[in-house]
């Protein structure tokens, strides 16, 4: 079993940048690839970005490539979502979630999710 925490939601203007934070607990960390997803009112939850057990392996959709990135520091339980640039699209509650697998773009494929945070872009 692994336990997520997202943190570090919030309201930001267009353009601005967050920070969140998933920490983790229960099982091995390092075993887990860790995805972040996010979901809009009336739309169907989206991924947005997965790194592998180490880090050496990480992904972002399109829609956010060159805006957000994702990191981890498995010393600390943590993987981050830096965002950058943020655009009322991004609005939306974010989630992260552990695979067994190396890393995945598929909701089916995470066996564990957070209960979200909610990020808010005005424009």
């Known amino acids: 079993q692994v336990q997520l925490v997202e943190f570090r939601g919030g309201l930001v203007q267009a353009g601005g940048s967050l920070r969140l934070s998933c920490a983790a607990s229960?099982?091995?960390?390092?075993?887990?690839?860790i995805g972040w997803f996010r979901q809009a009112p009336g739309k169907e939850r989206e991924f947005v970005a997965a790194?592998?057990?180490?880090?050496?392996?990480?992904q972002h959709a399109d829609s956010v490539k060159g805006r957000f990135t994702i990191s981890r520091d498995n010393a600390k339980n943590t993987v981050y979502l830096q965002m950058n640039s943020l655009k009322p699209e991004d609005t939306a509650i974010y989630y992260c979630?552990?695979?067994?697998?190396?890393?995945?773009?598929?909701?089916?494929?995470?066996?564990?999710w957070g209960q979200g945070t909610q990020v808010t872009v005005s424009s």
């Open positions: 979630a552990a695979t067994r697998r190396l890393w995945s773009s598929r909701r089916d494929e995470y066996d564990y």
């Open positions: 229960g099982r091995t960390f390092s075993n887990y690839g």
């Open positions: 790194i592998s057990f180490s880090g050496g392996t990480r």
